[in-house]
């Protein structure tokens, strides 16, 4: 099984939250707090592109974050 590191996360297993003067720690929901991806499975993804920055959706494995303008995995 190949891992690669959380882009969410970062690795660490956890987010932090900020909403106006509010701070808290969640865990994170796209690796279980694993702080890692499995690369041999598929996740739902999104990314904008385009003039008008649509919005582009993907199910399959894991794509390069660094290649896509505001790309995101989302919780299953």
Known sequence: M????CYN?????YVKLSFEA???I????ICH???EL????YYHQTWTEGVEDSIAIYY???L???CFKNYKIHKE
């Open 60 to 62: 399959g494995p894991l």
């Open 38 to 41: 499995d690369e041999t499975k």
């Open 2 to 5: 190949v891992n690669m590191i």
């Open 33 to 35: 707090s694993q702080g």
């Open 9 to 13: 996360c970062k690795g660490n297993g």
């Open 64 to 66: 390069d974050s660094e």
């Open 26 to 29: 969640e865990q994170c929901e």
């Open 22 to 24: 509010e701070t808290s």
